[in-house]
Every structure is written in C-alpha cells, then in structure tokens.
C-alpha cells in the first residue's frame, strides 16, 4: 500500500489539510489501513522535499498547514496508477512451505495439517463476510477492500483444496523419485528470499 | 429443539465389491435462524448428506428428525405433504417448471397444500416483491438471467412457513454477484428463524454461514468456531 501515492490521490482532488488527509484516507479505505498521523507528516514532507507537493508557506507547521499537489505530482500519480505492481515472481510464502514441508514429516498428516489451515481461512473469511452483511454501512471504499480481502483468502482455500487432492491422488500412484521442479524454477523466476 | 437433527447417520450404495460408503456415521443439529455449510471436494458425500437431511432419501443407518419428527417413519403421502410444507430444496440449476410463469412456480407448493389459486398467487407475488423479482414474476424461466432464475428458486424455496432450507451448490454457475444474492437472500430468511444447510465447495459463499462443518470421504472431519467480532479485523488491519 503506497501511502504516498493515497496521499497525491487526495491532494489530486484540491488542497487539503494534513489532519482532513488523514480521515480521508481512512473514509476511502472503510477504515481497513488505519493510519496514524505521523505516518501522513513524514509522507507529506517527503513529497514536499521531491517536489510533488507544495505547502501554504504562510502556515505554521502543524495540523493546519495545507498542502496542494504539484505538476509533477500529478504527472507521477497517473504513472503510478497505470504501473502494475511486481507480481511476476513467486512470494515467499509460509503456508506453501509448510504444507510441502508436513508432505515430508513421518508420522504427520498433511490432510490434517491442510484442514487446520483451511479452517483458520474460513473463520477469517467469516468475519470478513460478516462485516458485508450490513449493507446500509457499507460503502464502496469499505466493499472494495473487503472484497479484495475476501478473494485474497479465497484463493488460498483453493490452492489448500487443490494440494489435498494432488496429495490424496499421489497417495495412490506409485512414488516416483523427487522431480527438481522446484530448483528450475527458482533459477527460471528467481525466487525472492 | 433443532429444527433439523442428524444421529449418526451413515449411507452405503451398491452391494458386496461394487459397495460405496457413501457418508459414514454424521451427526449434526441446525437449530432455528442458523445458517449451516457443508464443505467439501466433490464425491466427499455433501449432496448425500442434504438428500438424506431433507428425507429424499433414507440414510442405511440412523436417524433423520426434521422439527422432532422423523418422516421416514410417516406414509408415502405424509411425507410427502410434511416435506413440502417443511423443508424448501434450491438445487444447482434451479428446477424450476418450464411451463410455469416465475409467480406460478412459486406458489404452487401453496396449491398443492390446498390453498386456492388466487391466495397461493398473492402469497407468491409477494414472496417475488420481497426479493425485487416484481417484473419478473409474469415471465416464464427461459425468459429469466440465471442469476434471477436462482432468486425465483429461493422465493420457491422460503415461501410459505418452510422451517427448513436445504441448498445444494445454490450458485453454481453464477457469477460472484449473483453468488453473493442468493446467499444474502438465505442469510435474510434465517434471520426470519428459517434453518438452512447449504452444501458449497466455495469458500466464500461458505463464509455467509454462522458455522461450517468440513466433510471429506463421508466423514464429517471439523468445523468452524463461532466468529469472534469482527471488528477485531479493523483494529488490526492488514498492513499493520
């Protein structure tokens, strides 16, 4: 989450206050990034020294200092909303780990080991849902992040169900030495570490 | 009392080699207002577990009560008339009658309880109007988006003072929208003290249930806790 990049968002709109920049990321985000004021001042500053932002000179420092975006800003906020974020290499993630590594463990159950996980996913998922229920509090800021977070855990149930049948069937075929699929691929996609 | 009760229920098909176990000793209660899911890879024995809960077909081992009763142990013709007054089906592609208008597919489980056409009419225009299916009521299913054909489905499925709704892959090929209406639709009716088994592989529909039960080859194997608040999702927040 670029809180830069919020910020121009804001300031795109018109000049604005660092205090009212703050509740307005909160209102468009439905409150999911809460975001503490000192975070919005070292941001607002950085984006000042850049040249992105200009500030009321006349003003103190403080709560009621305003803040309007540049050209520039504005040029290297419509680059940022067209620059598709790195999503071409494979992240580091703890659960796929775990799961091929209880797929190795004697005497563990990677069924068992999956269901725990899965179950852990749905509750989040159920609270997450729970907070769609109410529709009359549900704005399109708050929708879109529930949303986002609910197809996020989602596809990792998916993955969990797709691993619990890959293992259920390699159960029943006959072993067959270790592929080195996954040392290609780290040389082919460059793993992150 | 639950409205609907599972003791140890299990179902085998076939016979000697060919035998299938297909679920194997389940028991669970779904009480008024509660919406449950069942999830599961497919040929884990879902569906049978919901023909069996809502009396289509006879478990080979234990018990089945729907409100207290167990209407296998009823004629042909009771169950038949308690399974329609009691228990409302959505199935994954809709079954609705062709020949039938939205309105009249509706109503006619009223019709066939006895009520006369006209009030069976007026009480399913109504169950329509509740679920913004007005315009659609006159028009026949092929004349219906899938999404809306569902929605007639459940108004199918609630009306009347059905105590129990059992759902089997209710959005199958919706897409997310319409997934997420019908399963806004079932949430509202346990609200007006409805029980609801609805059978999903897809997590997300499954989170709109108050519990989910996990079932894999027959046996039921978890199920979910009852959520904490979720408010305790934004005081955290994601990046933080």
């Known amino acids: ?193 | 009392m639950s409205v609907l009760e599972l003791r140890h229920v299990s179902k085998i098909y076939g016979e000697g080699a060919a035998q299938v176990q297909a679920i194997q000793d389940i028991s669970l209660s779904v009480e008024a207002g509660e919406l449950v899911a069942v999830m599961g890879p497919s040929g884990s024995g879902k569906s049978t577990l919901l023909t069996i809960a809502g009396s289509l077909e006879e478990p080979t081992s234990g018990q089945v009560l729907v409100a207290g009763t167990s209407l296998l142990k009823t004629s042909r013709a009771d169950r038949a008339r308690l399974r329609r007054q009691t228990i409302g089906y959505v199935f994954q592609d809709f079954n609705l009658l062709p020949g039938l208008t939205a309105v009249e597919n509706v109503s006619l489980p009223l019709e066939l309880d006895g009520l006369t056409a006209r009030k069976a009419h007026a009480i399913g225009l109504k169950a329509l109007q509740e679920l913004d299916l007005t315009e659609q009521a006159a028009r026949f299913p092929d004349e219906l988006s899938g999404g809306e054909r569902q929605r007639v489905a459940i108004a199918r499925a609630v009306v009347g003072n059905r105590k129990l709704v059992l759902a089997d892959e209710p959005s199958g090929a919706l897409d997310s929208a319409n997934g997420e209406a019908v399963m806004r639709m079932l949430v509202a009716a346990c609200h007006r003290g409805v029980a609801s088994v609805v059978v999903t592989h897809d997590a997300q529909l499954a989170s709109w249930a108050n519990r989910v039960v996990f079932i894999r080859d027959g046996r039921m194997v978890d199920q979910t806790m009852p959520p904490p608040s979720a408010e305790s999702l934004l005081r955290s927040g994601p990046n933080q």
Do not use: C
């Not at chain 1, 984006?47 to 540049?70: H, Y």
């Open chain 1, 1 to 193: 989450m670029s809180i830069r990049h919020a910020l121009l968002a804001l300031l795109s709109e018109g000049p604005k206050y660092g205090l009212q920049l703050r509740q307005e990321f909160e209102d468009r985000t439905g409150e999911v990034w809460p975001l503490n004021v000192g975070q919005v001042y070292t941001t607002l500053q950085r984006l000042e020294r850049d040249g992105l932002v200009e500030s009321d000179d006349t003003a103190d420092e403080g709560p009621q200092k305003g803040f309007r975006i540049t050209a520039e800003g504005e040029d290297e906020l419509a680059a940022w909303l067209r620059t598709p974020p790195d999503l071409s290499l494979p992240p580091r993630d703890e659960l796929v780990i775990k799961i091929l590594v209880a797929w190795r463990v004697p005497d563990v159950n990677v069924h068992e080991v999956i269901q725990v996980h899965r179950r852990y996913l749905v509750e989040l998922m159920q609270q997450w849902t729970r907070l769609k229920e109410d529709e009359a509090q549900f704005d399109l800021g708050f929708a879109l992040a529930v949303d986002a977070e609910l197809f996020r855990l989602d596809s990792v149930v998916r993955w969990l169900d797709t691993a619990d049948g890959r293992f259920k069937r390699a159960a029943t075929e006959p072993a067959h030495p270790v592929a080195p699929a996954m040392p290609r691929l780290r040389r082919r996609a460059g793993v992150r570490r």
